[in-house]
């Protein structure tokens, strides 16, 4: 599948950021400026850990002579670090190029000016030229997002390590200072807060878009720094506390969701990215108060058990994009504007963690639905394509294969189906964009500094 994936990618859309597989020319999306090669940076650790040689060698050369950062355009801060920082972090830690290093720390330089703001909360868009920053048009109130500026502390942490540059991390701990100044509305985190005046916009709460990455890299904070800062620890089991109060409920057919606050309300609705929290709560288990550990990867099987009821009512046996839990309903799209599936990794990536966390066999057999539906669906003769309806007999593709497809989908695929000892979680945390970066052992110190 990578293969077919990538073989395409370079035949039509070589050096642009997505291949259109169906009318087999580029797709340029506006999240990253114009910065080029999405699927270059995010698919390089992917050929690596496949050991695809020949292609990860072009890739890189690729990266060498062609990667450009002084683009005159807005990027999204969230989108470039999850994608094209974390893919070349993850690229220099497994395969010790000094090129990826150095690329990697020259965009966290370049992403600097995001910060400059009252509170030190960054701006959503960033001008890489002129180091201007704004929010996106349309959230409450002139606010950023809690999913963007809460993603940034793994891979940022990581340049301060590599560059010996402190300023990287303490742009990130600022953000925790911030928000761990603020009442949280009964413990939960809204997804808007005012970086000019440091105060929540909406009191919208998400476990999906918007929310869902920050309370993965509390987790994954505290597992990268090899469990010592403890801050993470509190801020992310606090939460994961507040969510089962508030959020988490069970349909009346017994399926366990995640629903969306707003203002106190529940929507009865659950994203095709919240199912990513199933992993989350099975990773999670082992560090949980310590009667709570049994109970946290019984969560986790939960909400691995509802996303693949979402994939198993629908016609394609993928899942919509949002699934819904009110007027007769359970684990169903009910909006056309829903049930659209875009080769995203968060249910693939739910089955990987419970199987190498309980190694029960089903998540496999899950794991295996999918593959045979994606080549079943998505599998076209240029690529590989999302659907626009889940729910209906023929295939209308939406003609996007997204850089996350390779990055995320196929890589944590690959995994579910390997030996838990390639990239051992005692070792390896994986950024949101599936990005695996090294555990910082206590004793790692400045090693890397004493190497170069």
Known sequence: MMKHAWDNYKRYAWGLNELKPISKQGHSSNLFGNIQGATIVDALDTLYIMEMKEEFKEAKEWVEKSLDFSVNADV?????NIRFVGGLLSAYYLSGEEVFRKKAVELGEKLLPAFNTPT???????NIKSGIGRNWPWASGGSSILAEFGTL??????LSHLSGNPVFAEKVMNIRKVLNRLDKPEGLYPNYLNPSSGQWGQHHVSIGGLGDSFYEYLLKAWLMSDKTDEDAKKMYYDAVQAI??????KSSGGL??????????LEHKMGHLTCFAGGMFALGADGAPSDKTGHHIELGAEIARTCHESYDRTRMKLGPEAFRFDGGVEAIATRQNEKYYILRPEVIE???YMWRLTHDPKYREWGWEAVEALEKHCRVDGGYSGIRDVYINHENHDDVQQSFFLSETLKYLYLLFSEDDLLPFEHWVFNTEAHPLPVLHKDDGNKEENQK
Not at 153 to 158: D, K, Y
């Open 256 to 265: 366990t969701y995640i629903a969306e606050w707003k203002g106190g309300l």
């Open 244 to 249: 089962e109060t508030h959020l988490i409920r």
């Open 76 to 80: 999204s801060v969230f989108e470039v």
């Open 120 to 126: 030190g909360i960054p701006w959503a868009l960033l």
């Open 153 to 158: 502390h793994l891979e940022f942490v990581h």
């Open 350 to 352: 739910t089955y990987m």
